[in-house]
Antibody
Framework: QITLKESGPTLLKPTQTLTLTCTFS??????????VGWIRQPPGKALEFLAQ???????RYSSSLKNRLTITKDTSKKQVVLRMTNMDPVDTATYYC????????????????WGHGTVVTVSS | DIVVTQSPDSLAVSLGERATISCKSS????????????FAWYQQKPGQPPTLLIY???TRESGVPDRFSGSGSGTDFTLTISCLQAEDVAVYYC?????????FGGGTTVEIK
């Protein structure tokens, strides 16, 4: 059974750095084709892609946030870490990590298993 | 970035009736060589993460009831719920995965009339 779980601080002050950890089980991120992404959702708003990391350490980032984001993986710990600098109240959101789908040998850059999300509030 | 525009923002449908949601991408997401549209649909119920319903624009994810269907090609896509059930009350999102960054539509709230 594949599971993902997000963890990290619930409250940050403006300008602080957010570090979120996605701890997963049921697969290995060293297996060819595997990829884990981070997506966020402000309260009452739509989903927003943040970053994705692949088994070969390739990385993809949001265009608007790429200067603030860093995604890394620790394969042995089964963790993916997202770091976002210079947090602002507009970054208040539920942050999800999710597993990218592979179907019939095709890489589908959509997410078929999600964590429950972690709520991050940015306020002074 | 590819912009995905979803409509309507909300709709109310009677139980057993059809619900139709549309999405339009700012550029084609069709891989003509392989005849695949890089487009997906999700369902999100309150307090829960999204669940994948459809990928390749029309392929149902495992376990998704066949009353959910996806159609369209190029820049215009549709999610149809053929016979709305009470448990289908949710927000629905579309997503393109033709190019990074991945982008989502703004969401459509489906309610019971």
């Amino acid at each position: 059974q594949i599971t993902l779980k997000e963890s990290g601080p619930t409250l940050l002050k403006p300008t602080q750095t957010l570090t979120l950890t996605c701890t997963f089980s049921g697969f290995s991120l060293s297996t060819t084709g595997m990829a884990v992404g981070w997506i966020r959702q402000p309260p009452g708003k739509a989903l927003e892609f943040l970053a994705q990391i692949y088994w070969n350490d390739d990385k993809r980032y949001s265009s608007s946030l790429k200067n603030r984001l860093t995604i890394t993986k620790d394969t042995s710990k089964k963790q993916v870490v997202l770091r976002m600098t210079n947090m602002d109240p507009v970054d208040t959101a539920t942050y999800y990590c999710a597993l990218r789908k592979i179907a019939d040998g095709w890489y589908v850059e959509a997410y078929y298993i999600w964590g429950h999300g972690t709520v991050v509030t940015v306020s002074s | 970035d590819i912009v995905v525009t979803q409509s309507p923002d909300s709709l109310a449908v009677s139980l057993g009736e059809r619900a139709t949601i549309s999405c339009k991408s700012s550029q084609s997401v069709l891989d003509a060589t392989h005849k695949k549209n890089y487009f997906a649909w999700y369902q999100q119920k309150p307090g829960q993460p999204p669940t994948l319903l459809i990928y390749w624009a029309s392929t149902r994810e495992s376990g998704v009831p066949d009353r959910f269907s996806g159609s369209g090609s190029g820049t215009d896509f549709t999610l149809t719920i053929s016979c709305l059930q009470a448990e289908d009350v949710a927000v629905y999102y579309c997503q393109q995965y033709y190019s990074f960054p991945l982008t989502f539509g703004g969401g459509t709230t489906v309610e019971i009339k």
